[in-house]
């Protein structure tokens, strides 16, 4: 059979410094031990990349497709790089925190326009492509060989070409981009339409290769490969006709591709319904089955299959596309289907007299039980040589887990540290109120107590001033309410993701008990469930802690507004006296209970020690103990904690120190209120009432202060948490996307296997496409136009029917951690979406990606109700943009030409595909 191939291009990509913005992250958050040990491979990246001249390599491909298999190695190698740097940061790239590389590629279809994306995932899809392209072309060249090892040879690469398809078909979605900002030759739409047309032509060699061994591959085996590939092809046609307006392929290439699905999937189909004749024939010969009506069968499928070719022979304007040689082969094919019809039509009249069934009755032709699947490139699952410079610092999913184990041992370290430390300070400030003790060590040297605020009392009145004073306090301690709330709330939509995700899939299991075999729900969300109830541990803590500032915040809410007004009205609260004779007279015990103050502060000053605590937590946390983590991994958790104890004990040493020096503490202050109660008990009483104030004031100044440090730690906190939170979000989301796409392909192919289709159903219908058809679908090619005219167009929710054979794949590139598996299929325009507004989140229609609900913050601290449909934006870093979800998707009727054709030759299959459409955009005469 001869066949004009589609001629797919190689993309062009610019110079990108990949090391350098990889170095500095590297170095950034992994520390130099990190870069150091990767600093290696990265120059290893950069330099194949830099290799990379796909301009120059496609003219060569042209002269001499043998230089396919060398550029064919040097991509996979810097793929497998690509796909480890994405496994370790992909989901830094979608941080804007994070890494910054605008990868650059120009559209194969269109070199002069070029997109600059910066994601990982976006130079995998060009990557992807060019892999594709160049195993494309290798395999097409070596299907014209006569020799079987070439035909052998062309189906493994075109396979694996299908595999390359696959593998960008998962990786798109994760770009979070508008789709009208994706490049053509990236579209969804068009991706579908060479999966299937590759789809079908691995079919066709295989049948190459099937037809010389005819005691394998009878009739019958050779009727359900044509069928399989005639779908493929004709879904293909589909695509092109439906896009044809706007589709971005050359119109030359366009015209050749629409020529070369018209002849291939009428050949397939005729070909399918002659040897299933040709079957029938055969087994009329059996002795035991000659009362079976084969005869009847065989005449019954001939006609059909005569059918089909004249039906395609008589349309003029599409056999003008066609070349001189294909034209000659159908023509020779219709000759002979329509000799060995007449013969066996004859034979059934006159001889056996068996029933012939009309289309609508004919029974279907069975479906192929050899599935052709997608092959990885030869040397994929070789581990990369570099890799184990990033794994000691870039962990998996198991040794993360225990990574996390010991961090929240760390956490609770600190957390019983700083209760300690909370609880020297509290018992210090109440024994300075009820000694005077601000007021004796606020004492002036020269003895005469001035017409002034003590200069400790003043630095912490006008501290509080510049905080912002009660005013501003009240604003924070909103705002860390509404953000608590926020939090909370994002995490319980994560958890309801899970939920629902997790309980779609065991209601599955329930519907479908022996077929259901995809990976349990927690087996392959692990990770993401271990970060979820990290996160959460770390939310209820924060909330213990905010009830415990809020008290403080009530107790001191009446000094506050005191200490608001001018220093002038601060001092008339005061009395203040001579105090020289008294501070002569205890002269040394001030002093000495001022040095006593200075040491007490080293010992257990809530600010310094704080900072001293958080520098040795961080510390430890850095630290890279990746063969001790690896020795956990298969502990019981009894033995895990004792190892982690034992990890740990340098940080117990450390804390240790801190905590003795608030045991010395004690002592130190004891001996400071029995000093104080001494020396105020021989002083006179005119003074007491001041005094007094002068304590009360100065203890309240300390605690509001403290407050407004807690405020300043709570809100840090909530930042990080919600930007955390919203990274898991996002990561949990593009799981249940995924898991969900999966499950409703594999629903679709179950149910599609109990069903019997009606094959006079019309192409489609108003309400929903005809179960059964290959959907004539309009793609991204058409929506984009729709984007600009209609930006406002209400978006439609239709249902997605898969009309694809049972063709599961298993995408393996980026170490699967989800497990899942794809079915190879064109679906409805649901499955034609691109990412939505940032994916962010909930359940969607497959494919499509759809504004998720989160949470709002106003400037200035404002308080706002909780608005679970509105975008939360994140005070410390700037939203990813949001993008609009795609118009929805114009349906046409369908012609009465296009029904009276399935009603007539092209019925008999066990799907009732799309007739073939002269011209796409009239109908035919």
Known sequence: MSLRTFPLQLKATQATDIYNPLSKFIGQKYGPDALKASQGTLKNVQDIRNSFDFVKSASQINNDFRLCAELQEQLVLYLKYIA????????????????????????????????????????????????????????????????????????????????????????????????????????????????????????????????????????????????????????????????????????????????????????????AYYQQALNHIILQQDEDRVREGHMGLATSHLRQSLNVINGFLNNKKDVELLGQQQKGELVAMAQEVKTKYEEIAF????????????????????????????????????????????????????????????????????????????????????????????????????????????????????????????????????HIAQASKNCKGILEQIKEMIAKEKSDDEEMRKKYPQVWNRPYSEAINQENILNLRDLEQKYYIAIKADEEVAFKFTKAKDWMT??????????????????????????????????????????????????????????????????????????????????????????????????????????ILDAMVKSAKAMNETRSSSNQNAIKILEDMSQAVTQINEIFDDFAQGTEFYDNLSYYLGLLQATVSDFCIAREID?????????????????????????????????????????????????????????????????????????????????????????MGYPGP?????????????????????????QQSYMPQQGFQQPTYQQQPVYQQQPNYQQQQPTQQQQQQNKGPFAGFSYAESTFVSNPTQPKK
């Open 84 to 271: 480890m740097i994405d496994h370790y940061f992909k989901t830094d790239f979608s941080d804007p925190r994070g890494v910054k590389i605008a990868f650059s590629w120009n559209d194969s279809f269109q070199p002069t326009k070029k997109k600059t994306i910066n994601h990982s995932k976006y130079e995998l899809a060009g990557v992807l492509f060019n892999l594709a392209t160049c195993y494309y072309i290798d395999g097409n060249i070596a299907s014209t060989s006569v020799k079987d090892e070439d035909k052998l040879k062309a189906l493994g690469k075109l396979r694996t070409c299908l595999w390359c398809i696959n593998e960008l078909k998962q990786t798109l979605p994760s770009l979070l981009v508008n789709p009208q900002d994706i490049p053509s030759d990236l579209d969804i739409t068009f991706i579908n339409l060479l999966s299937n047309y590759v789809t079908g032509l691995c079919y066709g060699v295989l049948l190459d290769i099937a037809q010389k061994d005819t005691k394998k591959y009878g009739p019958d085996r050779l009727a359900s490969i044509n069928k399989v590939a005639s779908k493929h092809f004709q879904i293909a046609l589909d695509i092109v006709n439906a896009t044809w307006k706007n589709s971005p392929i050359p119109e030359n290439a366009r015209k050749g591709l629409r020529a070369t699905l018209l002849f291939t999937a009428t050949y397939h189909r005729t070909q």
């Open 562 to 667: 005191k200490l608001s007004q001018p220093q002038d009205v601060i001092l008339q609260m005061l009395n203040p006296t001579s105090d020289s004779e008294f501070f002569t007279q205890n002269k040394d015990k001030i002093l000495a209970l001022q040095q006593a103050h200075e040491q007490l502060n080293k010992l257990v000053d809530l600010e310094l020690k704080r900072e001293e605590i958080k520098n040795i937590t961080e510390a430890y946390k850095k630290q890279n103990y990746i063969a001790e983590l690896q020795q956990m991994v298969p502990m019981n958790p009894q033995d895990r904690q004792q190892a982690i104890q034992k990890l740990l004990a340098p940080l117990d040493n450390d804390f240790a120190k801190i905590n003795t020096g608030i045991q010395e503490s004690y002592p």
């Open 743 to 831: 499950r409703q392909n594999r629903a679709q192919d179950l149910e599609s296997k109990q069903q019997q289709f009606n094959v006079q159903k019309p192409y489609f219908t108003e309400d929903k496409f005809a179960q059964g058809t290959s959907t004539f679908i309009v793609g991204n090619f058409l929506n984009k136009q729709n984007q600009q005219s209609q930006p406002n167009q209400p978006i439609q929710q239709q249902q997605q029917k898969s009309v694809m054979p049972n063709t599961t794949v298993q995408s393996n590139l980026f170490g699967q951690q989800m497990g899942i598996q794809q079915q190879q299929q064109f679906g409805n325009p649901q499955n």
């Open 347 to 478: 034979k059934n009249k006159n001889i056996f007299q068996d029933i012939e069934y009309p289309p609508e009755q004919l029974p279907e032709i069975p479906d192929e039980k050899m599935v052709i699947g997608a092959v990885e490139p030869k040397g994929w699952k070789d581990k990369l040589e570099d890799e184990k410079y990033f794994e000691c610092f870039f962990l998996s999913p198991e040794l993360k887990a225990v990574k996390q184990e010991i961090h929240q041992a760390i956490d609770a370290k600190k957390q019983e540290v700083e209760t300690n430390l909370k609880s020297a300070n509290t018992l210090r400030n109440k024994h300075y109120a009820e000694g005077y003790i601000n007021y004796l060590i606020a004492l002036d040297p020269s003895g005469t107590k001035k017409n002034e605020l003590p200069p400790k009392l003043k630095a912490g009145i006008d501290k509080f001033h510049k905080n912002g004073g009660s005013t501003n306090y009240e604003n924070i301690k909103e």
């Open 838 to 862: 940032g994916q962010q989140y909930g359940y969607q229609q497959s494919g499509v990606y759809q504004q998720q609900p989160i949470y709002q913050q106003q400037p200035n601290y404002q």
